[in-house]
């Protein structure tokens, strides 16, 4: 009994000295200190990168709590305030119909970033999926996909966005697609070369000789490692995807009138009342310019931190 005794308040007293506050909880703080000093880098390091990140976050929060934030709503009409000039009532004054600016610049934050991620994220995934294949393999789908890849390079990518709208008609969804279509081989090519540079190193090679399957390959070694390169990409796009969005809606193949966005804004009574409205044109005008150049600044950081040869640098 002694002995049981013993033997259970040895383990009482193990487990209550045991390493989970201790040493397991060590490993924890350690990835949070590791965090925490890679962040404090990238800040010091890369301070437009940082001014970037803050103003992208600004943005979508107030694309995510517009209709809380907003002065008012976006489609109600002020009789009194027809192209009233900036004031207390209205910071951004109203368009031609009465409407508030602010209201509707917050609004169509929601509306050109749902558009812009989106094709980002649909075109950066089939890119990445056609670029692993092309890479991976040298058969006839590998070959087939170059050949498509550079058909649809030679022609820009506003050019094809313009032939899926006319196709398919004008609304959200196929203003995602087509943009997204457009990205399609840009991303294919970049993610394929890393592929290449990928697939002859001594790690997979050695997961191939234990019997890895290929995907199995593609999903622990390959895609792991060209990471980076998807992240600086999706950065870089994002940039590309909001001018294209807005560059549609100026032209009235984007979205909806019902949906404002700012290229829709600047193509209506900012043309219209440019010299007595001007603030029509100048807030839409930089809330896009603002977006594009967070955007640009945080991919150019990103690429800096994450490219193994400009680090080395």
């Known amino acids: 009994m002694k002995g049981t005794a013993g033997v259970n308040g040895g383990a009482g007293s193990a487990s209550s000295e045991s390493p989970a506050g201790g ?63 900036p004031s207390a009532a209205h910071p951004f004054g109203t368009d031609g119909l009465g409407q508030d600016l602010m209201s509707r610049i917050f609004q169509g934050a929601r509306i050109t970033l749902w558009i812009s991620g989106g094709a980002v994220v649909a075109g950066l995934g089939a890119g990445t999926i056609l670029g692993c294949v092309s890479g991976y393999w040298s058969n006839f789908a590998s070959a087939s996909i170059d050949r498509v890849m550079d058909a649809l390079m030679a022609f820009p990518t506003m050019i094809v966005a313009l032939v899926v709208v006319a196709i398919f008609g004008v609304s959200t969804n196929v203003t995602i697609a087509a943009i997204a279509i457009g990205m399609v081989p840009g991303t294919t090519r970049i993610v394929r070369s890393s592929v290449i540079g990928v697939r002859g190193e001594a790690y997979v090679e050695a997961a191939r000789t234990l019997g890895a399957s290929d995907a199995r390959v593609i999903a622990r070694h390959v895609l792991p490692n060209i990471l980076p390169v998807v992240i600086v990409a999706a950065t ?18 984007g979205t909806p009138p019902t949906n404002p966005s700012w290229g829709q804004m600047l193509s209506g009574d900012a043309r219209r009342y440019m010299q007595s409205a001007p603030w029509l044109a100048i807030f839409p005008g930089l809330a896009l310019g603002l977006t594009v150049f967070a955007v640009n600044v945080l991919g150019d950081a990103l690429r800096d931190v994450l490219d193994p040869r400009l680090r080395a640098r």
Not at 236 to 253: P, T
Request: hydrophobic share 55%.
């Open 23 to 85: 040493s397991a909880g060590m490993p924890i703080r350690g990835a949070a200190s590791r965090r925490w000093l890679a962040a404090r880098r990238f800040a010091r390091k890369q301070p437009l990168g940082l001014a970037g990140l803050v103003i992208l976050a600004g943005i979508a929060f107030v694309a995510l709590f517009a209709p809380a934030i907003s002065p008012g709503k976006p489609d109600a009409f002020y009789g009194d305030a027809v192209l009233a000039g």
């Open 236 to 253: 870089v796009g994002l940039g590309s995807a909001i001018l294209a969005e807005s560059a549609l809606s100026f032209l009235g193949l």
